[in-house]
């Protein structure tokens, strides 16, 4: 309880007024300090010297008329970055007790023009001379298109929390082969030493922050492990932190000439140390292929060099093929990385690619899919990001065949044609931080996929992310963001940030550093419209719905578990060592089949035993599959009555959806083979919805 000031006229007796307050303090405890008067998103004390926020105004709190928490959510962010990859890849660190000036240091090599920031010349171009001042100049950086410097600092991620934002997703991130064979690096390479480093790091900004509000829970930084969390500290106005780990041979789920490193024993260890950290959401690949899935590619001189760091990782170049369908990983290109081209051994080769092959060969792999059930059995969300269209293809039929909603796609490196196959499953979809322009086309061209699956939207600032981030637009752009401006909610008013002797102005400046977001924002609502921003502030609550259901998930019964048996047209002739009648389609091992004789008109047909009602049928095929096949459904075995068919069968795990039917028989008709051989199904599942 919060004392008021004692009124301004003069007090008349001195004694009585300390006999008051004793009396006072023996009932509601220790009078509280000046402190405790002052606003309760304001700290105690900074470090000193530090960044100023720049903003005004009470954060806003709790939810809106119909429950649903407000604001924005930055679904893909690195605050940590500075830790992992040896340590010196990005320099700087988000936050120190000794304040902005001692936080935001250059890297040691840089000194004293940036000549040996090499991994700027490598991802900018350029020579990677700048100015290696920070405080209080901060000349050259940080800046939107410098992708070595700290963009995390504390006091930049409070002033997005002070203009709307309410969720952060820190993806711990590192990566082995990057740091390997960087030049510079101060700890071990090891990537589950760097995550757990990481995490720890979270924590402890957390304790730091708590520490200017008074004590443990008190600060605006909440690490929350669960949705139900997230929602309380943002009914209190503060910011809700998901730990999600973003790197490339998680578990040590390498593969060296195609050859996996890791077995499934490492994956269920390290999904539940993960877990155990706090971590709530995963990318199982992200630039190079490893024994869990292939990778979208990177490209341009960037993507030479990633595809350098896989073949010294794992002994194999990237390989492509025609895509199968519309989706596509991004292209390749061949431009040349002279400093990461170096590093090949002699006789090696970047290869040349062809154009129109913009398909990884790779999927996901039988461990990668043990991998992304791991994940489910303990209701963690998936990213699918940066995962080859082959792999993010095979983890959606895994998805769809379980109904699981917990699929994200963070900062737009998932093919763009899947928005609506994620939106159906209740996964949550965020874009990247481009610029405005760009980003607001983005953004309305899925707006009808919004409004019908009534969801809102996320952006991932990617922030430490070696990305790259917007432009300004100049100075002398017709429609500038115009200083001071009021936040989404109408309550916070927003100027510009001053960190020393430097004032930062997104029409300048771009997308610099964090404390720059809000800008950002305001700058897409300038050349986008309010549309967008609105669509923005509803992100929170449409990702917390995906967190909650992904929580409450459990895994529906398959009927054709408890099946009388099941019967087949034919079946393949059998030997000794293995058969293939029809009831190993129903036997719960992936590890056997039915097969049928070699002709298009075939069938299996499953007894539940009882009439029941079926919504759901799943099909694990062998290579030997249907390119056109109907589900049925029968009371009798006689009256058969078609409720799903497809002519475009290619194979894998199909998901029959329908509405809900009562039936006994279920029959799967096959029509047209899609290979020389009949058909072979590993598993049948059927499901009451």
Known sequence: MTLAHPPRHRLRSLPVVLLLLTAMALVFGPVPSSAADQNWWDPTA????????????????????????????????????????????????PFSEQGVADALKDCPEHYPDG???????????????????????????????SLTHQQNYYAGIERAWRAGQRVLVNDLVTNGVICSVYFFKDRSCDEMTAIRLEAQ??????????????????????????????????????????????????????????????????????????????????????????????????????????????FLSTGTFWKTEDCRGPQHDNPIGNAPAPQAEKELPKGEEVPTYASGAQCNTRGLTDLGAYAVRGMMKRNMMLELDHMSVKAADQAFDILESESYPGVLSSHSWMDAGWTERLYKLGGFAAQYMSGSAGFAGEAKSKEALREKYHVGLGY?????????????????????????????????????????????????????????????????????????????????????????????????????????????????????????????????????RWASEWNDDQWLRIDLGSTQPVGRVTLDWERAYAKSYRVELSDDRTNWRTVWSTDAGDGGLDTARFAGTQARYVRVKGLERGTQWGYSLREVGVYAD
Not at 51 to 56: D, R, S
Request: charged content about 25%; some cysteine; glycine content about 14%.
């Open 46 to 93: 900074r470090p000193t010297p530090d960044a100023q926020i720049n903003v005004t105004g009470e954060p806003f709190k709790g939810t809106d008329a119909q429950g649903n928490v407000r604001g924005y959510v930055d679904a893909h962010d690195h605050i940590m970055a500075n830790e992992g990859f040896g340590g010196r890849l990005i320099c700087g660190k």
């Open 201 to 310: 790091k979270s924590y402890d900004m957390q304790a730091f922050i708590d520490k200017m509000y008074g004590g443990p829970g008190k600060g605006w930084f909440r690490i929350v492990t669960d949705s139900a969390q997230a929602r309380e500290v943002i009914k209190q106005g503060k910011l809700a932190v998901v730990l999600g780990v973003e790197t490339s041979e998680p578990f040590g789920c390498k593969q060296v000439l195609d050859k996996a490193q890791c077995s499934k024993e490492d994956i269920d260890r390290g999904l539940d140390e993960l877990y155990k950290l706090g971590v709530r959401s995963m990318f199982l690949c992200h630039k190079f292929d490893n024994a869990l899935c292939g990778v979208r590619f990177d490209s341009g001189a960037l993507g030479t060099a990633i595809n350098v760091g896989q």
């Open 115 to 145: 000549s040996l920031a090499i991994f700027d010349m490598i991802t900018k171009g350029g020579d990677g001379r700048h100015d290696p001042v920070g405080w209080p100049t901060f000349k050259d950086w940080p800046a939107h298109d």
């Open 460 to 592: 991932g600032t990617d922030m430490n992310g070696v990305g790259g981030w917007p432009a300004p637009r100049g100075a002398d752009t017709p429609n500038p963001v115009k200083y001071p401006f009021r936040s989404t909610d109408g309550g916070s008013l927003i100027d510009k940030q001053i960190t020393g002797e430097r004032t930062w102005d997104f029409n300048t400046d771009g997308g610099a550093h964090y404390g720059m977001v809000p800008d950002w924002i305001e700058d897409i609502r300038i050349v986008g419209g309010q549309k967008v921003v609105d669509d923005l502030f509803s992100g929170a609550e449409s990702y917390l719905r995906t967190w909650g259901n992904t929580e409450k998930y459990k895994p529906g019964k398959n009927l054709a578990a408890d099946a009388v048996g099941a019967w087949a047209s034919s079946s393949e002739w059998w030997n000794p060592i293995e058969s293939f009648q029809p009831g190993r389609a129903i036997d719960g091992d992936t590890g056997t």
